[in-house]
Nanobody, 126 residues
């Protein structure tokens, strides 16, 4: 059974940094696309960053480009999201997700990811 557990969330001030981690189990490490999503209060869940199975291709959505970095360690079956220059609008619950149907080339829709963690809260104050 696929299991994803996020950690690393917290409260920071504008301009601060956080590093999220997602420990995965229950499937072959390095075989699937992984992604980070977030849901802000009153908003729909949205994609943030995606990485392919080998970690050779990444994709960032919207305003996080040049501030967030997604990476993975397949030996540890762990996904990361380094978040720098945080802004109040980054405040949200952050989720990691796995798409076991895609590996080398990822798709980025919420519905494409079949496995989700419980989320970790990130709060950025001004």
């Amino acid at each position: 059974q696929v299991h994803l557990v996020e950690s690393g969330g917290g409260s920071v001030q504008t301009g601060g940094s956080l590093r999220l981690s997602c420990a995965a189990s229950g499937y072959t490490a390095g075989s699937s696309c992984l992604g980070w999503f977030r849901r802000a209060p009153g908003k729909e869940r949205e994609g943030v960053a995606f990485i392919n199975s080998g970690g050779t291709s990444t994709h960032y959505v919207g305003s996080v480009k040049d501030r967030f970095t997604i990476s993975r360690n397949n030996a540890k079956n762990t996904l990361y999201l380094q978040m720098n220059s945080l802004k109040p609008e980054d405040t949200a619950m952050y989720y990691c997700a796995a798409d076991l149907r895609h590996g080398a080339d990822c798709v980025t829709g919420v519905a494409d990811f079949g496995y989700w963690g419980q989320g970790t809260q990130v709060t950025v104050s001004s």
